[in-house]
Nanobody
Framework: QVQLVESGGGLVQAGGSLRLSCTAS????????MAWYRQAPGKQRELVAG???????NYADSVKGRFTGSRDNAKNTVYLQMNSLKPEDTAVYYC?????????????WGQGTQVTVSS
């Protein structure tokens, strides 16, 4: 059974920092690409950062230079370091682990963690 457990969200003032963590179980973590998404009220869920199984990263334009994704395969954990936070970063942040079986992609999601940035 796949489980993704996020933590680290909270309330922070604009310009502040937070670090999100996502610990995975039930997946071959060291060979699984991971990602962080977010969903603000009334908006669609959007990709924030992708972290390949090798540790390479890609980011949404809106967070480039401010957010950094990383992973620790020994701990089955991915991180999202968020600096210089802005009110528009306010959203529920979700950890994602896509798994492929027989050519079909199955998305696995954590429960989400709320990030609120006050102005």
């Amino acid at each position: 059974q796949v489980q993704l457990v996020e933590s680290g969200g909270g309330l922070v003032q604009a310009g502040g920092s937070l670090r999100l963590s996502c610990t995975a179980s039930g997946i071959p973590f060291s060979i699984t690409d991971m990602a962080w998404y977010r969903q603000a009220p009334g908006k669609q869920r959007e990709l924030v950062a992708g972290i390949s199984f090798e540790g390479s990263t890609n980011y949404a334009d809106s967070v480039k230079g401010r957010f950094t994704g990383s992973r620790d395969n020994a701990k089955n954990t991915v991180y999202l370091q968020m600096n210089s936070l802005k009110p528009e970063d306010t959203a529920v942040y979700y950890c994602n682990a896509p798994l492929w079986r027989m050519g079909i992609k199955y998305d696995n999601w954590g429960q989400g963690t709320q990030v609120t940035v006050s102005s």
